[in-house]
């Protein structure tokens, strides 16, 4: 019986952590959605939300690896944040 007390109250914590989770995820992408610069809110969102390296991004946006830290650095100093 303790066993099953146990395991249904890490459920409960998990469940509470993933919905934790999924707020932080959604305000993240909120903030992301604000900048008007696709290039640098695709690289935003490639970091942020799916977590790719920044070579990652650089290939899958066919640009250099350079380029990818200008269009970020561009893009956070254009995030709207919300109070």
């Known amino acids: 019986p303790r066993a099953v007390e146990r395991i249904e109250e890490a459920q409960k914590r998990l469940e509470q952590q993933l919905e934790s989770c999924m707020e932080t995820r959604a305000e993240i992408m909120c903030g992301i959605m604000t900048v008007r610069d696709r290039p640098g809110q695709e690289v935003l969102r490639r970091r ?36």
């Open 48 to 83: 942020y939300v799916m977590g790719q390296s920044y070579t990652d991004i650089a290939n899958a946006m066919g640009v250099v690896q350079r380029r990818v830290y200008q269009l970020h650095k561009a893009g956070v100093e254009k995030v709207e944040l919300r109070s």
